[in-house]
């Protein structure tokens, strides 16, 4: 059979079994199944000095209670209005000013908030509340009740990160509004540090579902402490500098069952070894300034970021990635990775010099 009959009779074929429904899988299988990760995620910066004016704006024109939640999406320039910073992942920086309430509702995504700057605001998650300072972590687990506000006079912005796209790939996002802006305090600030944090845990307690940590909030000055000791006392890691992931103190594992957090440190003059992973990362710049090097393939051009204070980039998956600092930076990072590790699929690469 000639090539161009051949074609014909595949062409006849697909039209006639289209009403069924029915499409070949040889004509697509290589992009269903790649020899290696192909991210339509793009490598981006957000720096800080340029985007704070729209958030102080966006706090002039609504409130924070009008909005629910009044927060300006970190959008992937190459997922355009898919309200994504990753595929898997949704970012956004959020603003809470003075005296302000953004309303107690739950939903089944997962959130983390990781505060830029400002302190003194505060969140309350599941009737206890945690005063927000820079560089805190602080976790609001699937399903649970929680609430933010400001009682100080200035503004307060944090970093939000939530598995809303996983959510929507699996159908399974549900969200419920409390009947009171404000939900009931019923502990006292510090109890589930108290109870979860310093290496001890209640003799009979009985944890939520979800394989959230039963901590909520974890500051910055204690994990700041651990860095400081490693870069006192412990070998550079070549690729990472000193880099360290939070955990959930009941299991070890991680905080939350669908992104990992992680906090390192680049100490002065780091120039760095490239790395690729399959989980891709949002990155927070908490001190000092540095850069990175991110090129999507091996014969694909190097995007390089010069990052500061404060500035937010992404590095897709499976992106060639470097990290370099002069002066030394601090940078909180978080991915998919736990929810890549379940599925044992997460590959990771050290890629020499």
């Known amino acids: 059979m000639s090539s161009s009959s051949n074609s014909s009779e595949r062409k006849r074929l697909y039209d006639d079994m289209a009403p069924l429904h029915l499409t070949p899988l040889w004509e697509v299988l290589h992009a269903l199944v790649p020899p290696q990760p192909t991210s339509k995620a793009q490598a981006a910066l957000w720096r800080y000095d340029e985007l704070r004016p729209y958030l102080l704006r966006s706090g002039e024109v609504i409130s924070a209670e009008e909005a629910v939640r009044r927060v300006l999406i970190l959008e992937n320039p190459g997922l355009t209005g898919q309200s994504r910073i990753t595929p898997s992942l949704y970012a956004g920086l959020?603003?809470?000013?003075?005296?302000?309430?953004?309303?107690?509702?739950?939903?089944?995504?997962?959130?983390?908030?990781?505060?830029?700057?400002?302190?003194?605001?505060?969140?309350?998650?599941?009737?206890?509340?945690?005063?927000?300072?820079?560089?805190?972590?602080?976790?609001?687990?699937?399903?649970?009740w929680h609430d933010h506000g400001s009682d100080v006079a200035e503004p307060v912005v944090w970093l939000d990160g939530l598995d809303i796209p996983m959510l929507q790939f699996f159908e399974a996002g549900f969200a419920e509004n409390g009947d009171a802006s404000r939900q009931a305090v019923v502990h006292a600030e510090?109890?589930?540090?108290?109870?979860?944090?310093?290496?001890?845990?209640?003799?009979?307690?009985?944890?939520?579902?979800?394989?959230?940590?039963?901590?909520?909030?974890?500051?910055?000055?204690?994990?700041?402490?651990?860095?400081?000791?490693?870069?006192?006392?412990?070998?550079?890691?070549?690729?990472?500098?000193?880099?360290?992931?939070?955990?959930?103190?009941?299991?070890?594992?991680?905080?939350?069952?669908?992104?990992?957090?992680?906090?390192?440190?680049?100490?002065?003059?780091?120039?760095?070894?490239?790395?690729r992973q399959t989980d891709g990362a949002v990155f927070s710049v908490v001190e000092g300034s540095g850069e990175v090097e991110i090129k999507a393939g091996e014969n694909q051009p190097i995007t390089n970021f010069k990052f500061g204070h404060r500035d937010h980039f992404v590095i897709p998956s499976w992106h060639q990635a470097r990290l370099k600092s002069e002066t030394g930076c601090v940078l909180f990072s978080f991915s998919d990775r736990p929810a890549q590790q379940a599925l044992s699929i997460h590959r990771e690469e050290r890629l020499s010099a």
């Open 94 to 144: 959020q603003l809470i000013l003075p005296g302000e309430i953004a309303p107690s509702h739950r939903h089944t995504q997962t959130a983390l908030r990781f505060v830029v700057e400002g302190q003194g605001a505060y969140t309350a998650v599941e009737g206890e509340r945690a005063t927000m300072s820079e560089g805190d972590f602080i976790i609001t687990p699937n399903w649970g």
């Open 190 to 275: 510090g109890r589930s540090e108290a109870r979860w944090g310093h290496n001890l845990a209640p003799l009979r307690e009985t944890l939520r579902d979800g394989n959230a940590s039963p901590i909520f909030s974890y500051p910055y000055s204690r994990s700041r402490e651990s860095l400081d000791y490693l870069e006192r006392h412990e070998p550079l890691d070549l690729w990472d500098g000193f880099k360290l992931r939070y955990i959930n103190p009941a299991t070890g594992g991680w905080p939350m069952p669908t992104m990992g957090t992680f906090l390192q440190r680049l100490p002065r003059g780091f120039d760095g070894a490239p790395w």
